[in-house]
């Protein structure tokens, strides 16, 4: 089983993106940590702007919303539980520890959870610490990143084609 763990993503559109790509393959479930939008706004209303992206991929997978709070404690909390349940956590992020993501390889009967973030600060360092591994796109180019949909598209992809 997958799980997607949205790290403070702040764009509407991406994450209707990721949704629409997470279904496409099959994703049971994706989690949206504290400022990321969910396909409901506050009142509880579904948000046509995230729907016209996500082409209703919010109707047929299963997703949540978890508070961070000031400590970023609801985020580690939620990954101390899914750990719990046997998850291996993966990061998708740029750092000195990462390992280039063709080289990540999961069976067809393991849990895992990606975690994606947000635009500029990337994953969050604590969520990062409690990883059990970063993946990384090489980039090859002068900019520094690629969109976040557009990485969680490219590791999905390759990970989940066996």
């Known amino acids: 089983m997958i799980k997607?763990?949205?790290d403070n993503i702040r764009s509407i559109h991406n994450?209707?993106?990721?949704?629409?790509?997470?279904e496409t393959l099959g994703i049971s479930e994706i989690?949206?940590?504290d400022t990321t939008p969910t396909p409901l706004d506050r009142f509880g209303?579904?948000?046509k702007d995230f729907a016209k992206v996500s082409l209703g991929a919010?109707?047929?997978?299963?997703?949540?919303?978890?508070?961070?709070g000031e400590t970023n404690l609801g985020a580690i909390n939620f990954i101390k539980k899914i750990k719990k349940e046997g998850y291996k956590i993966i990061s998708l992020e740029q750092d000195e520890s990462s390992v280039d993501y063709k080289d990540i390889k999961i069976k067809?009967?393991?849990n895992v959870a990606i975690i994606l973030g947000n635009e500029v600060e990337?994953?969050?360092k604590d969520l990062l610490k409690a990883?059990?591994?970063?993946?990384?796109?090489?980039?090859?180019?002068?900019?520094?990143?690629?969109?976040?949909?557009?990485?969680?598209?490219?590791?999905?992809?390759?990970?989940?084609?066996r």
């Open 4 to 6: 997607l763990i949205l």
């Open 15 to 22: 994450v209707g993106s990721i949704f629409r790509t997470a």
């Open 31 to 33: 989690c949206c940590l």
């Open 45 to 47: 209303n579904k948000r």
């Open 58 to 68: 919010e109707d047929t997978i299963k997703w949540e919303h978890v508070e961070e």
């Open 108 to 110: 067809a009967d393991e």
């Open 122 to 124: 990337g994953v969050s």
């Open 131 to 161: 990883s059990d591994i970063i993946a990384e796109i090489p980039m090859r180019g002068q900019k520094e990143s690629l969109n976040v949909s557009i990485s969680a598209g490219i590791f999905l992809f390759r990970l989940l084609d």
